[in-house]
């Protein structure tokens, strides 16, 4: 088998010929130092945004040369060039979200354009931009059939409480549950034309990225969830599943009190398995594993970051020991 071919049997909840390797996401400062391992040329770790086009470049390539060279079985994809900088330390997106960059990782949004109904009231919603399928057709060229693309899509929660603000879209659920319908029935639109944009370019998963938990609980009630989320999220898995594709329910956190939602609601797969979150391999395996595969349960928090390579390996076959048999 290939890549391609090994991720979408695991994801089909059969049995491949080993079990699949995928980086869910990976950025700057590891590349570069794996990267360094593999290739010249590469500039000194810093962010994205402070790259020259030439060092983007270079970076992107990177990305694609560590994937080969471990054999990683799939590629993720995501937009690039829907922000636009403000000033040193804020970018706005095509949605008028504001982010203050942060030296640690992702910007963090902090202006939010749809704080009421009247705030609703002549917004337009962008348009998915063809063009910010950059990166899906880089690999695409690269790759072509011998890896599963996938893309990370916001999901309803998280592209709806950066529209609103997150105390705000909380308090909303109570005040105003007919905003909260309305800013998910519009992400919902918007989603369901990229994801018509991203099967004409490709793709073979979608990624639902829509963090909905802490290390504890929820963020929200499971009967809220049920309500303003996973119907609009659902509309997406039918789409994609109509369009061919296979998809992955992306959240950190403990996803306990909805799990049996997240089955029913026809997801191919679920990642990350936060093991910090309660999330033991073993038990959701015996819960769920004959119905949705599963990805992940390696803790990125401490383990990749500061163990040794034996403390990694001894994880990651004990991962496969609780999970791996019977496929998925």
Not at 73 to 89: S, Y
Not at 226 to 234: H, K, M, Q
Request: proline letters at 5%.
């Amino acid at each position: 088998m290939n890549g391609k071919e090994r991720i979408l049997t695991a994801l089909a909840v059969r049995q491949p010929d080993r079990v699949p390797l995928y980086i869910h996401g990976i950025n700057e400062a590891p590349i570069i130092g794996i990267g360094r391992h593999l290739t010249d040329g590469l500039p000194e770790p810093r962010q994205f945004h402070e790259m020259t086009d030439a060092e983007k470049m270079k970076l992107v390539d990177t990305l694609f040369l560590i994937h080969e060279a471990f054999g990683v079985d799939g590629i993720t994809t995501f937009e690039i060039g829907h922000e636009r900088e403000l000033d040193d330390r804020h970018v706005i997106d095509d949605w008028g979200i504001i982010y203050r960059r942060s030296p640690h990782g992702l910007p963090v949004a902090k202006v939010h354009p749809l704080t009421d109904t009247a705030s609703l009231d002549g917004y337009t919603a962008p348009e998915p931009d063809r063009a910010h399928l950059l990166l899906l057709d880089l690999a695409r060229a690269r790759f072509k059939d011998k890896a599963a693309l996938f893309w990370l899509m916001r999901g309803t929660f998280v592209r709806s409480w950066r529209l609103i603000g997150m105390e705000n879209y909380m308090l909303k659920l109570y005040q105003d549950p007919q905003l909260i319908e309305q800013v998910a029935e519009m992400v919902t639109q918007y989603n369901l034309k990229q994801l018509d944009m991203l099967a004409d370019a490709g793709l073979d998963v979608l990624v639902v990225e829509d963090d909905i938990a802490n290390t504890n609980a929820l963020l929200i009630s499971p009967a809220h969830f049920r309500r303003f989320v996973n119907p609009y999220n659902r509309r997406l898995v039918e789409r994609a599943h109509a369009l061919g594709l296979k998809v992955v329910r992306h959240s950190d956190g403990n996803l306990w009190a909805i799990l049996d939602t997240i089955i029913a609601t026809g997801y191919d797969g679920l990642n990350p398995l936060e093991p910090q979150a309660g999330m033991d391999l073993k038990k959701v395996k015996e819960t769920c594993g004959g119905q949705i595969c599963l990805l992940g349960n390696i803790d990125c928090m401490h383990l990749l970051p500061e163990g040794t390579p034996a403390q990694v390996d001894a994880a990651v076959r004990q991962a496969m020991d609780s999970a791996a048999a019977g496929g998925g």
